[in-house]
Structure formats: structure tokens, C-alpha cells
């Protein structure tokens, strides 16, 4: 439907400025010390803020803000919206109860991965799925038939991430009353100025944390609220590089970073499926049909998946991002798509996507060949690598209910 | 038997239902029932036979249905279904261009064989296009007549198909297989302009090339439209044209009497509500009453677009799939018009005797193009094309006695019609009457009633989404593999259990039985076929 | 007399690019040219004192990259500058922009409509898959597929092989996007008219098709198949206007020993014993050469310049009935300062790109309405772009030079001949069409330049004025083009080659028919290219 004439008129002045500014720019844009930016989905979005390499450690030892405000965000709800996202997503969403949170994925019909996200319940029929891609016009041709209504809404919700061993001490003290009870995927409401925040116990780096969402008006009083909890705290803003790092420690991929999401790769066989990325965990076999469900299906049982998305250790210490794995040092066997040096596992870690028989029947004698540019020199040199489970760490007080006050 | 106890009676044993009793459905369930299968076709209407269902225009006075003749009934089918359709010996009918000043163009035999009012050059032109089109027709015949290749497993007997066009082109000489390649995607003006001088000829081949079908001679990719006219067949000779003794009216009871003799259960007035189909797998319908019948074979005789956006619960469907099918172009461009006359017509200039065939209203391709601009917004044709039959010759019953009827077949009428056809209607009838008058004067004064069935009438009266009898526009990218779409382009559906063998597949609509045809044969062969 | 190795009639792009690479290959090259300047179609041209015109073609993208490196015209002063998208002017008083920005770009349909916006990248995915189907084709000769000679054998197994890259679902696809038409292709993409008016009007450009005509889509791609230094689909304009492309072939051809000949019209092609031998000029002069290749059109070529009795019969009347039936007109205006456009945001980059004011499908539609029955549009379709905003060199400081593209505009006015007083009518919709969207617009023009389908065909000697030597369909792509069995640059006479736009991969200023006749010309010699580079692979 196209937008009446006055609407369309006052965002002409979108064009001002090619990069957005998120909602808590100006508070990040004062602590930055950097000015280190870049573009995330059309927003102006921290690199670092005062140091990538310190950052990392606050998200490690006490509370870590980070802006997910330009994570797209859409809507759904109706009477019908259970059983359309049912049919959307690969995970059972009929035992997603309300007030929980779960990852999922969605597929086309050929069973390629559109996307993965977090899939909140608001309500009975009230759902908010975040993402990195965008992907209205398949959201809204997948609810042809249903009775349900999507809205998408990026820009009118504000997103933070609370992450770290005393984020839990922060909404304590910034009097989110209750907050202590909430389990892991969980997710409540919480009284913020005249109206309301939601805080999920969710994240991206594997660590105690929470993330919290408001509507874009609200943001900077939710975040001087975080700020002034947290000063005792050891609050501090980080940018997208430390995230990363904790990220790949957590085992979590990012869509068109390890994957080539469907909608966007060109060539036919860069599309992967939920079981050759690591996401065969998430598929239900047993609930109503879904988006890819026959191909998933018949491809596992004519076993033509290609591809594995695997952990790697590496020995060493220098990260193996981009590097090619090799079988017996000599056949091509796959690629690695992140890769850190990780503080806390003090292990070179990679995430690697292999080309099956590599990765499944063919586990041992994997290797890395690292190009190390060392002083206007590449150093060479050929790394034995071992497939190990992901994450990479686990702690404990991730899941601890309630959480330690560190 | 009601349905209520319609499972119950058979104890919910039947192997196969066919949705939809037109004649592909019937055609369907007759194949599978000669092969031991029981079958129960279910129609929503009060008798079967689809658009070749009649309907009363005036007491008295019927119409025979949607089409006016037959000209491409499968002899397959015909063998097969042992149908009891006959066209009295050498009654081929002729098709008349009419030309405002009386002076017509009368082709005669299959596609012009012969023609009347033209001058021997222009014969000769004709006699040369006509070849090289019969020619190429013929090759896209061998396609027709089987299951769509897929692409990426083109199978032996796919092969065999392919190596055999090849073959009939090689033969005839590299010049051929050259000129086919090139014409294939052609319009039927540049072909026509190329050839012929005759603005009658020109005007009708283009048509013919262009009835019901959303395009204008100057749009490339027409000249399909002639090629598959020309692919049809009567009597075992290839382009003629016929109407059954009896009528149009004679050809649903021989469907039935076929798929009757062969067992078919035959149920009327059961309108199919739901498709049951859970996790990828199709078991059963429910009808409007409420009541369950469960089956391993579904067949769906209706259109695509009504099968799965309408009878499928989309859940069970996924979504590239449900986009795909709700792209399908099927918005049909052709009016009906049923004119109850109290004594017959005459054309100024016809002979009586041709007044029993088809009679073109296209003076020339501008005229059928200027008629088609129109219809591009959403508008009718202000100066229509159309094609005329008078149903009541062959079939006298239609009127009572004395009396007469005449159909005609009119474009350019949109089915989205931008002011709405209820205004529309009186509008686009007087035009066409008016047209009408100019070659049969004093036809107004004869007509006892009318009635115009646009296409969105069609959509109602006929379960048709669009009111396009092609259940489809038949167009190059709605053909062959994707036809109705690439991901159930083999009669196959994304649902086991579930089949499609409507018009909407290949190789599309006229009466011809073959999708039906082939659809059976797929189910038959377990799906090596 | 002296005798060359290769006579090449007419110098526009595609015969500099041929005459290139056969120069450089060794052989002694001659370009015969009837007017004073060469180019064809791709000229800069001073028609009023200080302002250069791009006169007929007016952007840059197809050229291929490869060519302008063998042939060093970037040392020769070629430079291609990209621009900045552009826009579609509404009827409401609004606008809708298309920015080089992806952000921006969304967020500028999502004005229009959040959908549209977001389906904007899968509609960009798709189109690039079809390019990637589409480029191995374009520098190559294509195979015909019944010759059954080895060459065109393995030719079709390499482009079979290729094409197994593709999943079936694409190879699908694919055989819909060829037979599509531009509307009904977006129709299965956006929901907004004005949306889809500005993504069809790259599947009319230069073609005798309306956008709801199937095969438009495939119009579109060839207008998306090119590039701007790597950036796929991009347009640019060559500094100096269009001429600097045939100007830095020109350098590079005479610097490589080529002699080229203005003012040389060619009036026959001259055979012996059914060979060619050489031409014979309008004066009578006669100038031989062992080989003769004509950047000509196959009509043109072979209906004006070649003795009919030389000619099969069938191959003659396939000529005759070659479609290149004009269907684009071009206004070319000095203006006295930039125009303005109220609706535009202030320093909108808008102005910097092209802009048109055909804001729905049915307008650009009806407009081919009027083309089909012999009259220029009423309403037309205008693709206007202003390279002096970009480009210093064009235009004294401070004034601009303005080309506009238009269509539709008929070869002939309803079957007779266009008289000035139809060209200035015509000229009139154009101008009043920009004047309602930027006023004053008439006060600043200082010169203007009307070409129809007459004067184009006048000067650059494009039969009818079709701007592609040949609509892009299909019966005319590809192994039909220009005549099935004579796709491959050669002519039922031995020794005579084609190698304009009238052969595959057809018009717009790619070059690559110059070079792939080279290619043929030098395999029949059994030379070896200097240099040809290999297709890249951009994508």
C-alpha cells in the first residue's frame, strides 16, 4: 500500500544524513574516545568506544552496554500468530510459552537459511522476532492464509544489551524489582518512566546478561538509568569489536559473516541449510509443517547435505580468520569464517565451515594454513586443527538463578 | 445418496478423488478407474462437465457453456474414454473473417486449406505460412503430448522427446531448425506482415493467436497462441475445428457416460472445502457439509490458484510456493455473450452453410491490437474483436422452435474492470451488439434476451480464479516447467497424495482432456511417467 | 593503389574497437567514415560555441572493461565517471530517488512502502543472478546450434557447463525471466506503481517494446549487464561526453598505425568472383582491401551498400525483414544555469543522476500506445540526465549541458515522413514535460538540438534511427542475430564481415560486437590477437 502524500513528504529529510543515528547515539557518541564507527544496517554503530581489547574484559568481568537498537525488528500478532511462525521458523514455537525467548532460524522451501534471530513472547498472540537481514516481504507472503498482523518496526524500538558478571547487580540496583527471578530466555516487563521496558535474559557473548528494549523515546532515560546503576558496577560501553570476540568464545555464528543467508547469496550453491550450519538442533521433524521442512527432510535422508559448520581449535596463537582447511595439509576441505585468540579458553579458536565428508566422516588430520603478515612480511605456516564442541566456554553464572551479585 | 453418508457407504474406501468434474477431472478419473482404481469425483455443481457446462439464457432458450467448438480434443482421450462424440462425416466447420463491406474470407479444411474471397497470391502467402507454422507446430506437439521435463534430471524417454524434435528439424534442413528457433518466441503481427497482405487473414490470425490470452498481436511472444491452435487436432487431422453431433451441449454426458462405464462414482453438488493434508502429506478432503473422505490419491481437476490458496491450508504449503502460485497470471480478458434470437441471424455475405461455423469479427491486426490496448488499464475494447458461433444450428434444442441462439466469444473485456462491471455490463453489451448489427442487420430486433458473462461473472458461475479458461494465462513463462509453477509442474504437488490436472498444468486449456490425460498417467505409472 | 589489409565501413565504436584489434594484431587497417568526425553513435559534438554534446548516446556502462584495457584508452583520455543515481518525479508534487547508498536507497522506497523497500534487495539478488547468466554469453561468439561443427559444438557444452552452476529452480527462473515482460516481473516484486515505473524503465530504453511487453525483462538486464570500475549495473559519463570513448579508439588505433578516413562515404561494396574486394566511395573512388568489415547495420549494409545478386535470396529477405524500427528521439540543450526542481530537496545528489518524470506504468504503457499507431508519445517517457554537474569539460562554468532521452518517437509519423514542424512538436512535449516540474525552465535554455528518428538516421546512418541497430528480441538475439546461420559476424560474401551493434550481444556502447568480430575475423586468417584479454569475472 503506498504512503499518503504528507506521510511520504516528511521523511524526505531521511536523505540528510546517509547514516541514522540510534536512539542512544548521543550518549555513546560523549563516552567515545575512539570515534571509531561504522555503518550497521544503515546506522552509525561503535567499532570500539575506548579500547576493543579492554572493552572485551568488561564484558568478561563486570557489565558491558551495547546498542542492538539496529537489529531489525518486526512485530507479529494475531490470533493466528503462533501457528504462523510455526510454520516460519524450524523450531516448535507452540512450546515457546509465553514470556520465554528462543533462537531460531527460518528457512525458504528449498531449506536454506533466510536468517537466524531471537524470537521473543510477548503474549498469548504477541510475538517480536529480531534478526540481522531483513525480510518483510517474506514475513508478509508467509501470512497469506493466516490471521495475523506484521509490523516492522526497527526504528521505533530501542534495543540495549546488558552483558557481563554484574549486569544483574546493575538492574538490581537501577531497581528492576524482580528481575532476579528471570531464568535464562526469559523475558518480563518492568515499569520505566510512565511506561514500560522489556528485559530479556538473552545475549550474544555466552555470559550472564540481559537485553532490553524500550520504545525509541524512552531510550536515553533507560540508558542514564543503566549508567548511574551501574557506575559502582564497573558499567562501560563497548563497540561491535569486543562483542565479536565474545561471540565467537560463545560459539554463535552471524548470518552472512559464517553463513550466506538465501535471500542474499548469487550463486546456487552458497545457500546452506539448518544442518550444515550447526542449526540441525533447532529443526522439529515432529511439529506441523514449516518453510523447508520436505527439503531439510529428504536431504537428510538422501543424505545430500554438503556442508558442516564446525569448531575448531587451532593449536598456535595467531587467529586463523579467513584461512583455508586442508585435509593431510593438501585437500581443500573448507574455510574459517571468525576466528580469535580467546582470553578466556587461552585457546585459538575458529569457527569453519567444511565440506562433508571433512567434518563428519573426516575428523582427524584437519589443518589450517595461516598467512601471518608480520612486519610487511607473510609468514606461512600450516596449523594442525582439531574440531572441538561449541561454545568454546561455558560459565556457569550464565545460567545461575539467581544471579551472584560479583 | 447424500453426502453425509457418502464415505460410509463405501466404507471410506476409495483409492482416488478427483476434485472437480470438467472435463480433465472426468478424464482423470476415468484412466484411473479403467485401471482398477475406485474413484469418486466430487462437483460442486449440480451436473459435471465444467466450462463446457450449459446454462439457461432465457426460458427456452440455453447456452451450451463456455467453449463454441471442439478443436483439440486429444484422440488419446477420445480412444480411451470411448468417448461418444461424433461430428457428422466431413463436417468440418469453416471459419469466416468477416470483412465489413460483405466480402469475407472463408478458410475451409483444416486451418485454410482451401480459402474463399482471396486472390491467389495472397493463397499462395497463406499456403506458405501456414506450412512453416504447421511444421513448427508440429514439433512443439511432441511436447505437449507428455509430462514437462524437470530440469536437472531430463530423464531417457525426456531425451527421446528432445532427440526426436531435433530430429524432425534436422530433416527438414538446417534453415528449419534455424527459422524455428527464431520464430519461436515471435509475435504473430511480424509474422503475419511478413507473409500475407490480406487484412482479413492478418486480422484473424492474430486472433486467434490472441484469444484468451493477455496479449496484442504486436506482443512478442503471440505467435505461441497460434502454434497451439495449430497443435490441435480433430478427427485425427491436425488445426480443424468441429462441433459434435448433438452440440457442445453433447460433450459432458459423453465424459460422464465414459467415466460412469468405467466406475467412476460420480458426485454432484459436493462442494470440496478443504484439502486435509498434515506434515507434506495430503489424506483426504472435507466437504462443505462438514463430512470427511479419505483417499491415498487426491486428483484437483479445478484451477491451481483455487487448489491451493483456497482448498490448501497454507500452513501445509510453503511459502516461495504459496508466492509463486498467487504470481500466477490468470485474469481473464473474454466476455461471453449469449443473445436469444427469435429467428436465426444472417450475416450479410455468409452462405448459409457458414453460417454454421466460426465467424471472426478482426479486421485487422491494428484492430485487434487497438482492442487489446485497452484492456492493459483496465478497460474493454471500445471497438471489441470476437469470434461468433450460432450454437443453436447444430443443436436445435437450445431454442425452441423457430427460434435461435448466438454465442459470441468477445475481446478485450478485463476481469478487473476499472469502473466496475456493473456499470460496464449494459456498456460493453450495447457496443458489442451494435458491432454485431453491422455485419447481421436487423439482428437487434430478433434478440428475445441476452446475457453477458464477463470474466468475473466466469470466476463465479464457474469456480474459475479470474475467469481465465486457460486456468492461466497461457504465456512462455507459464509453460512447459512452469506451468502452473516450477515446483509442481509434473502433475506432482508439494503434498504426496495431492495432484493437479486442471487446464493450469500442462500443457493448459481447450478441450483436449490432456492434462487429465497425463496427469492420470503420472499417478499410473508411480510416478515414472 | 595502395591495398589494405582490412577496409572498415564507418567509424563509430564497434568498428574502432574491431579496427583495434585487427591493427594491433598486425594487419594494415583502414576506417572509412562519412562524416567529418568519427563516432557513430558515440560522439561530443560543439554545436553551439562552448557547449559539447553528447548528441546521441549519453551514458556510460556497458563498454566493457576489457577493451579499454587491451586497447589503453585510459591512456588514450578515456575516463568514466560514475554518477549518482537519480530520480522519478511524481505528479504529486513528490519524488522518488534511487541512491548509491544501500541505506539510503531503503530508506527512500520505504517512503513509498515498507515492503517495497525490503524487497528491493531480493529483486536486486535475482536481476544480478540473471547477469550472471548473461555474461558469459556477451564476449563471446555466439554458437549456433546447428551448424553441428565442432566449434560451436564445444562452444554449446562450455555455456551447458556454465550453466550447471545453476540450480534447476534458477534454470526455472530463468526461462521466466526471458519471456517476461518488465511489469509483470516487478509485479511479483513491489506493490508501488511509482516504484515500479522507475525499475521498468531500463526494459524500454532504446526498444520498440512497451513495459508490459514480454521480453522486457530481458531488456532490462541488458541495461544492468555493465559496470563502472567493478560496481555492477553502475552508469557513469565518459569525461568530454560520449565522443571521448571513439576519440581515445580513434588515438589508440592511429597510434597503433591505423589510418582512419573522414568524409570517405561508402557507396558499394565491391566483389569479384563473389569475394570482397574493397569499396567504392560516393566520388567513385575505389579503395581495396583484402578484407571488408562494415560497423554499418545489417540493413544498411547489406540494402545500400551490397549488389543484391550477391546476396542467397533467404538471407536477403531475413535482412529485409530485420526489425530496427526507431522508437526513441533525444533533446540536446545548452543551458544558461542548472535547473531547478522545487520538488527536490536542497543539494539533493538527485541532479547529479537521471531523472524522469513518467511516475506510472501506465503512463510509460501508453505512451508505447502511441508509438505503435505512428506517433511520437503524447506523453513521453524522458530519461534526462545533466553530465555537466559531474563533468567540468562540457560546458563553460556555471552553464550546463542537458540530454534528453525520449520515448516513444516513431521512424515515420503514421506512415509518412517527419516534417521540422512534427520534430518541433515533438521537441514541445519534452520541454513543457521538464517546465511543469522546474520553472523557468524554458528562459534558461540557449540552444537546443531535436533529433527524431530522421536526423538520427541522417547523421549516424542508424537505419530508422534504432539506436540498438536492431530491437532486442528474441528472435533477434543471441544466434538469430542479426540472421539466423550468419550470427557469427560473418556474410554469405567471403571476405566480408559485420560487426556493428546489428550482431551479437547487440547495442548500447559495449564494444564487445567490435571485438568479438576481430576475434572471427583473425581465427578465419588464422592470426593470433595481440592482446585480447580474457571476459572478466566480475560478479
Known amino acids: 500500500m503506498m504512503l499518503e502524500m504528507n506521510t511520504r513528504r516528511a521523511l524526505q529529510s531521511h536523505i540528510a544524513s546517509q547514516r541514522f543515528e540510534t536512539p542512544f547515539h548521543p550518549r555513546i557518541a560523549a563516552l567515545s574516545e575512539t570515534n571509531d564507527w561504522y555503518t550497521w544496517a544503515g546506522y552509525k554503530a561503535p567499532h570500539s568506544v575506548f579500547d576493543e581489547e579492554l572493552e572485551y574484559f568488561a564484558i568478561r568481568s563486570t557489565a558491558a552496554l551495547f546498542d542492538i537498537s539496529p537489529m531489525v525488528k518486526y512485530r507479529i500478532a494475531g490470533p493466528d500468530a503462533e501457528r504462523y511462525l510455526n510454520r516460519l521458523t524450524v523450531r516448535n514455537v507452540a512450546k515457546l510459552g509465553t514470556g520465554r525467548v528462543h533462537y531460531t532460524a527460518w528457512c525458504d522451501d528449498h531449506g536454506h537459511v533466510l536468517d537466524d534471530g531471537t524470537l521473543f513472547r510477548l503474549s498469548a498472540d504477541t510475538f517480536r522476532l529480531c534478526c540481522q537481514e531483513r525480510h518483510l516481504p517474506w514475513l508478509l507472503d508467509s501470512a497469506i492464509g493466516f490471521d495475523v498482523e506484521i509490523e516492522e518496526e526497527t526504528m521505533q524500538i530501542a534495543g540495549l544489551a546488558l552483558q557481563g558478571p554484574t549486569s544483574f547487580a546493575v538492574l538490581s540496583k537501577a531497581g528492576f524489582d524482580g528481575i532476579e527471578r528471570l531464568k535464562p530466555f526469559q523475558l518480563a516487563e518492568f515499569a520505566h518512566q510512565s511506561g514500560t521496558v522489556t528485559i530479556s535474559r538473552t545475549g550474544f557473548t555466552g555470559d550472564l546478561g540481559y537485553e532490553l528494549f524500550v520504545p525509541a523515546d524512552q531510550a536515553l532515560s533507560l540508558w542514564d538509568r543503566l549508567w548511574s546503576a551501574g557506575q559502582l558496577h564497573g558499567i562501560r560501553a563497548i563497540g561491535y569489536a569486543a562483542l565479536n570476540r565474545a561471540r565467537i568464545e560463545a560459539g554463535f555464528i552471524v548470518a552472512n559473516a559464517d553463513f550466506m543467508t538465501a535471500e542474499t547469496a548469487l550463486r546456487a550453491d552458497r545457500t546452506r541449510m539448518p544442518d550444515e550450519i550447526g542449526l540441525d538442533w533447532l529443526v522439529d521433524a515432529e511439529k506441523p509443517n514449516f518453510n523447508g521442512r520436505k527439503a531439510i527432510l529428504e536431504a537428510r535422508r538422501n543424505q545430500t547435505l554438503k556442508h558442516v559448520l564446525v569448531g575448531l581449535e587451532i593449536e598456535g596463537n595467531i587467529p586463523a580468520d579467513g584461512a583455508i582447511v586442508y585435509h593431510r595439509k593438501k585437500r581443500e576441505a573448507g574455510l574459517v569464517s571468525a576466528a580469535i585468540w580467546s582470553p578466556l579458553a587461552k585457546r585459538n579458536i575458529a569457527i569453519a565451515s567444511l565440506t562433508r565428508p571433512y567434518g563428519t566422516r573426516l575428523t582427524e588430520d584437519l589443518w589450517v594454513e595461516i598467512y601471518a603478515l608480520r612486519e610487511l612480511q607473510y609468514q606461512k605456516m600450516m596449523k594442525r586443527a582439531r574440531i572441538v564442541p561449541r561454545p568454546f566456554i561455558k560459565l556457569d553464572r550464565r545460567a545461575a538463578t539467581p544471579p551472584g551479585l560479583f | ?529 | 593503389m595502395k591495398k589494405y589489409d582490412v577496409v572498415m565501413i564507418g567509424g563509430g565504436h564497434n568498428g574502432l574497437v574491431a579496427a583495434c584489434y585487427l591493427q594491433r594484431a598486425g594487419l594494415d587497417v583502414l576506417v572509412l567514415e562519412k562524416n567529418d568526425w568519427v563516432g557513430g553513435a558515440a560522439t561530443s559534438r560543439e554545436l553551439t560555441p562552448g557547449f559539447l554534446y553528447s548528441n546521441c548516446s549519453y551514458v556510460c556502462s556497458l563498454f566493457r572493461p576489457e577493451i579499454m584495457r587491451d586497447l589503453e584508452l585510459p591512456k588514450h583520455g578515456l575516463q568514466v565517471i560514475a554518477y549518482e543515481g537519480g530520480a522519478v518525479f511524481t505528479r504529486d508534487g513528490d519524488y522518488i530517488a534511487s541512491y548509491r547508498d544501500h541505506d539510503s536507497h531503503r530508506r527512500e522506497f520505504a517512503r513509498y512502502s515498507k515492503r517495497d523497500a525490503e524487497a528491493y534487495d531480493r529483486y536486486a539478488r535475482d536481476v544480478t543472478r540473471q547477469c550472471r547468466f548473461i555474461q558469459p554469453l556477451l564476449m563471446r561468439t555466439a554458437p549456433d546450434p546447428f551448424s553441428f561443427k565442432p566449434r560451436d559444438i564445444s562452444e554449446l557444452l562450455y555455456l551447458g557447463k556454465k550453466f550447471d552452476e545453476f540450480s534447476a529452480h534458477d534454470m526455472a527462473q530463468t526461462l521466466r525471466f526471458w519471456t517476461m515482460s518488465i511489469s509483470d516481473f516487478l509485479d511479483e516484486y513491489f506493490e508501488t506503481d511509482v516504484i515500479k515505473a522507475y525499475l521498468a524503465l531500463s526494459g524500454i530504453i532504446g526498444t520498440a517494446l512497451g513495459p508490459m511487453s514480454p521480453g522486457t525483462a530481458y531488456v532490462l538486464l541488458h541495461h544492468y549487464m555493465g559496470e563502472v570500475d567493478g560496481s555492477v549495473g553502475a552508469w557513469g559519463y565518459a569525461r568530454g561526453g560520449m565522443g571521448a570513448v571513439t576519440q581515445a579508439l580513434a588515438s589508440s588505433f592511429k597510434a597503433s598505425g591505423g589510418t582512419i578516413r573522414t568524409r570517405a562515404d561508402v557507396a558499394r561494396v565491391m566483389t569479384r568472383g563473389g569475394r570482397a574486394t574493397g569499396v567504392i566511395l560516393a566520388d567513385g573512388e575505389e579503395v581495396r582491401g583484402n578484407l571488408v568489415v562494415s560497423n554499418a547495420d545489417v540493413k544498411r549494409t547489406f540494402l545500400k551498400l551490397v549488389e543484391e545478386d550477391a546476396l542467397p535470396e533467404a538471407f536477403l529477405h531475413r535482412v529485409k525483414h530485420f526489425k530496427m524500427r526507431g522508437s526513441s528521439g533525444k533533446l540536446n540543450i545548452a543551458l544558461d544555469s542548472l535547473p531547478e526542481f522545487p520538488a527536490l530537496p536542497k543539494n539533493s545528489s538527485c541532479i547529479r543522476g537521471d531523472l524522469h518524470f513518467t511516475d506510472s506504468m501506465e503512463r510509460m504503457e501508453r505512451a508505447y500506445d502511441d508509438w505503435k499507431v505512428g506517433r511520437y508519445s503524447a506523453d513521453p517517457f524522458v530519461d534526462m540526465v545533466i553530465p555537466t554537474t559531474l563533468d567540468p569539460t562540457m560546458a563553460p562554468p556555471g552553464k550546463h549541458f542537458m540530454s534528453c532521452f525520449v520515448q516513444y518517437c516513431p521512424p515515420q509519423i503514421e506512415g509518412r515522413d517527419w516534417t521540422d514542424a512534427d520534430r518541433d512538436a515533438f521537441a514541445d512535449t519534452v520541454v513543457s514535460q521538464i517546465a511543469d516540474y522546474s520553472p523557468g525552465f524554458r528562459d534558461r535554455i540557449l540552444h537546443m538540438e531535436v533529433r527524431t528518428p530522421r536526423e538520427i538516421e541522417a547523421e549516424v546512418g542508424l537505419t530508422e534511427g534504432n539506436i540498438f541497430q536492431g530491437e532486442l528480441t528474441f528472435d533477434q538475439l543471441l544466434f538469430n542475430r542479426p540472421v539466423p546461420g550468419y550470427a557469427q559476424y560473418r556474410t554469405p560474401v567471403p571476405g566480408f564481415y559485420l560487426c556493428g551493434s546489428s550482431t551479437h550481444p547487440g547495442g548500447g556502447v559495449m564494444g564487445a560486437p567490435g571485438r568479438n568480430a576481430a576475434a572471427e575475423i583473425l581465427r578465419d586468417m588464422k592470426m593470433k590477437p595481440a592482446e585480447m584479454s580474457p571476459a572478466h569475472d566480475v560478479i
Not at chain 2, 476415468?30 to 457446462?53: I, M, Y
Not at chain 2, 497462441?225 to 485425427?236: I, M, Q, S
Not at chain 2, 471497438?383 to 444450428?393: A, C, G
Request: glycine share 12%; charged share 20%; net charge neutral.
Open chain 2, 1 to 529: 445418496m447424500t453426502s453425509s453418508n457418502l464415505n460410509r457407504s463405501n466404507s471410506g474406501s476409495f483409492d482416488a478423488i478427483v476434485i472437480g468434474g470438467g472435463h480433465n477431472g472426468l478424464t482423470a478419473a476415468t484412466l484411473l478407474a479403467q485401471n482398477g482404481r475406485k474413484v469418486v469425483v466430487l462437483e460442486a455443481a449440480d451436473s459435471v462437465g465444467g466450462a463446457t457446462r450449459g446454462y439457461d439464457i432465457h426460458p427456452g432458450y440455453r447456452s451450451a457453456g463456455l467453449a463454441h467448438i471442439v478443436n483439440r480434443l486429444d484422440p488419446d482421450v477420445a480412444k480411451l474414454l470411448t468417448l461418444d462424440v461424433q461430428t457428422s462425416p466431413g463436417a468440418l466447420l469453416p471459419t469466416v473473417a468477416l470483412s465489413p463491406d460483405g466480402k469475407h474470407a472463408v478458410l475451409r479444411g483444416a486451418y485454410g486449406e482451401t480459402i474463399d474471397g482471396i486472390n491467389p497470391d495472397e493463397a499462395k502467402a497463406f499456403a506458405a505460412m501456414r506450412k512453416k507454422l504447421m511444421f513448427q507446430a508440429g514439433i512443439l506437439k511432441r511436447f505437449l503430448k507428455r509430462r514437462p521435463p524437470e530440469i536437472g534430471k531430463i530423464r531417457l524417454n525426456d531425451l527421446g522427446a528432445f532427440a526426436g524434435a531435433g530430429l524432425s528439424l534436422i530433416t527438414k534442413g538446417r534453415e528449419e531448425g534455424r527459422d524455428f528457433l527464431r520464430m519461436l518466441l515471435m509475435n504473430v503481427a511480424d509474422v503475419a506482415d511478413e507473409y500475407l497482405n490480406d487484412d482479413r487473414l492478418k486480422g484473424l490470425v492474430a486472433f486467434d493467436a490472441t484469444l484468451g490470452i493477455h496479449l496484442g498481436p504486436r506482443s512478442p511472444t503471440s505467435l505461441l497462441g497460434l502454434y497451439y491452435r495449430l497443435t490441435g487436432e480433430a478427427n485425427d487431422k491436425p488445426a480443424t475445428q468441429y462441433v459434435p453431433q448433438g452440440g457442445m451441449g453433447a460433450l459432458a454426458p459423453a465424459f460422464e457416460k465414459a467415466a460412469t462405464a468405467a466406475g467412476v462414482t460420480i458426485r454432484t453438488g459436493m462442494s470440496v472445502a478443504r484439502i486435509i493434508a498434515d506434515r507434506g502429506t495430503a489424506t483426504g478432503v472435507i466437504l462443505a457439509s462438514g463430512e470427511q473422505v479419505t483417499a491415498l490419491i487426491i486428483v484437483s481437476a479445478i484451477h491451481p490458484q483455487a487448489t491451493f490458496l483456497k482448498l490448501c491450508d497454507s500452513g501445509e504449503l510453503d511459502t516461495g510456493f504459496v508466492r509463486a502460485v498467487s504470481n500466477i497470471r490468470s485474469k481473464g480478458n473474454v466476455a461471453k455473450l449469449d443473445l436469444a434470437l427469435d429467428r436465426p441471424p444472417t450475416f450479410t455475405g455468409v452462405s448459409p452453410a457458414d453460417h454454421r461455423g466460426r465467424l471472426v469479427i478482426a479486421r485487422s491486426i491494428a484492430h485487434v491490437e487497438n482492442a487489446f490496448n485497452p484492456a492493459k488499464y483496465g478497460e474493454f475494447s471500445p471497438d471489441p474483436v470476437m469470434e461468433i458461433t450460432l450454437p443453436s444450428l447444430a443443436e436445435p434444442a437450445l431454442a425452441p422452435f423457430g427460434g435461435a441462439t448466438l454465442s459470441a466469444l468477445v475481446e478485450f473485456a478485463p476481469y478487473d474492470l476499472k469502473s466496475g462491471w456493473e456499470s460496464g455490463k449494459p456498456a460493453f453489451e450495447k457496443i458489442i451488439i451494435d458491432t454485431l448489427e453491422r455485419y447481421a442487420p436487423g439482428l437487434s430486433s430478433s434478440i428475445v434476451a441476452s446475457n453477458l458473462l464477463t470474466p468475473l461473472d466466469m470466476e463465479t458461475q464457474y469456480n474459475l480464479p479470474g475467469g481465465h479458461w486457460h486456468h492461466g494465462e497461457l504465456q512462455a513463462d507459464q509453460l512447459l516447467v512452469n506451468r502452473p509453477v516450477n515446483a509442481s509442474a509434473g502433475y506432482t504437488t508439494p503434498l504426496a497424495g495431492l495432484y493437479l490436472a486442471s487446464a493450469g498444468s500442462h500443457p493448459g486449456g481447450g478441450i483436449s482432456g490432456l492434462p487429465g490425460l497425463l496427469a492420470a498417467r503420472h499417478i499410473l505409472s508411480g510416478g515414472r511417467a
